[in-house]
Structures are given as C-alpha cells and as structure tokens.
DNA sequence: TCGATATTTCTGGAATAATCGAAATATCGA
DNA sequence: TCGATATTTCGATTATTCCAGAAATATCGA
C-alpha cells in the first residue's frame, strides 16, 4: 500500500458514520449486511448512507454483491489488512524493539493468533 | 478508546502530510525531531506544520517537549497502539477465526514479537 | 537588554466534504 | 407489463478544512 492509498482509506475511515458503518460490517462478518438493513442500524438516509459506502468501497474497506432487489455489503478484511499492515510496518521498520507495546496488539490469545 | 476519538486519531492521519509527517516520526523513535527539521523533511512551511503537529498531537498521535529554542515532536506509542487496538479489536469481536489472515499483520517474526 | 533563531497563533479566502430532496435505475412478484 | 421495493445518482446548499502571510511568543547568546 502506498501513502496516498492509506491517505483515502483513513479518509474514509474518518467519519462516524463510516467508522460506525465498518465496524458493523467487521462484526457482520463475510456474509455482509444489505445496505437498507445498515441504514437503519445507523440511523441515515438511504441515499446518504449509499455515498458513505461508495466512500468506503472505493477506499478498498467494503465490497458488496447484488443479491435480489438488495446490495450486500460486507468488509473488506484484505483492504484493512494493507491498511494496518502499512501503518504497523512502518511503526516497526528497522527497530522492533521501539514499539515492543504495540505487539500486544494483535497477539492476544484470544485473537488473531 | 471511544468512537469519537477514533474518528479524530484517524481525522489526523488522514492527510497526505499529517500522515508522512507521523510516519517519520515513527521512524525517528523516543528521541523525536524538531519542529523545524520536520518541516525541512516534508517540504513544508513552519506555521502550517505546527498547525499539522497540534492536531496530530490533540488526536493524541505525538508528544511534544521543549529542548532550548527548539521543539521536539515524537511518535506517541501508547496512542498508536489504543487506535490500533481499536480497529484489530473491533475486527475481531467474538469470532477470531474470521480475521485469520489479519493475524500475520503483527505476528511477522522480525517484528512485534 | 538586544538581536537572532524557533515556533506558534491569528486571520481570511479558497478548496473540499457532508447532507438532503428529488429523480433515476434495478429487481422482483403478480 | 405494472406497481412496489431497494438502492443509487444528481444537484444545490451548508459546513468544514486547508493554507499561507503577518504578527506574536519563547529562548538563547552576546
């Protein structure tokens, strides 16, 4: 991932909406929501809520699939990887023994291990 | 970490110099750069990155201290980590299996370990 | 104290983003 | 095909952010 990509995928991000949005969808996990069904759990207009998750798609954090009369969308775990793997690399490029906190991130036991 | 802080850490980020501007100093480790040569690193003009570097540091992303004439700015760690947490947290909520791959993000050998 | 260096604050105008109503598009079932 | 449902696109207004010049503040050395 390069500086301008993570640029728009921490645009996007930034956003209560958005973020609020993604974090639904990151819980939802790969079966995704249809976009009317996140409008309500959010609490936005259809359309407004249709331009967050362009916003959101074309940052690479969500994909969607057309199931019926519904759009489905669910997170792009691939894109938020890059995304944290570019920040995290970048915190730990050359000294790892810097950012020893930040280990514990992600290797918790009870996740992502 | 809360949602509103979230949204104002990544607010920061998500800008093209804000984020190159936390990035190097990442790099820079503990002991920081000065205001001054930061600006010289970006290409940018002094008043304009300390604008940049209060919001950075308001999103809690960077510490500042005084060293003389000069200011000193580092990466704020601690803050790094509770925004990354945030998001691999919220990633992983009650169904660790679904993020698998996000798992190698941070448990890379080389780094955070 | 005075001048030089380093950084910040203030200000206003320009660019960008957010939001909503209305209209358009897509799909389904009858 | 027609009406209903689901979502997106368009257009315009409002709000927010970005940036640089000018001035203010802080610190040091002479």
């Given at each position: 991932m390069q500086l301008p990509a993570a640029v728009e995928a921490l645009s996007a991000l930034a956003h209560a909406s958005r973020l609020a949005v993604f974090r639904l969808l990151v819980r939802a996990g790969p079966d995704g929501m249809a976009a009317g069904e996140i409008a309500r759990e959010i609490g936005a207009l259809p359309n407004t809520l249709s331009t967050h998750l362009t916003i959101l798609g074309n940052a690479g954090l969500v994909r969607s699939r057309r199931d019926g009369r519904s759009v489905i969308y669910s997170a792009d775990y691939d894109g938020m990887r890059d995304l944290l793997g570019f920040l995290v690399a970048d915190c730990c490029a050359?000294?790892?023994?810097?950012?020893g906190t930040l280990g514990e991130l992600t290797a918790s036991p009870d996740c992502c291990t």
């Open positions: 050359g000294r790892p023994e810097i950012c």
